[in-house]
């Protein structure tokens, strides 16, 4: 499921089962979701940065 984030958003946890290894800033308007055990960020004009993580419970 992709989110799009309506603000800037500094994120170190997403759904609070995924934390990353380092902060990342999502822009107001991009999308972002999980795929792979990373966190993908669409940052438009056909490029999505990559972002590593870990998955916890």
Same mark, same amino acid.
């Given at each position: 499921?992709?989110?799009?984030?309506?603000?800037?958003?500094?994120?170190?946890?997403?759904?609070?089962? #995924?934390?990353?290894?380092?902060?990342? #800033?999502?822009?107001?308007?991009?999308?972002?979701?999980?795929?792979?055990?990373?966190?993908?960020?669409?940052?438009?004009?056909?490029?999505?940065?990559?972002?590593?993580?870990?998955?916890?419970?």
């Amino acid at each position: 499921m992709r989110v799009t984030a309506d603000r800037m958003v500094l994120l170190t946890v997403v759904n609070r089962w #995924f934390h990353l290894r380092e902060p990342t #800033f999502v822009g107001a308007g991009q999308s972002y979701w999980i795929e792979a055990g990373e966190l993908c960020v669409d940052r438009g004009g056909g490029r999505v940065s990559r972002h590593c993580g870990d998955m916890c419970r």
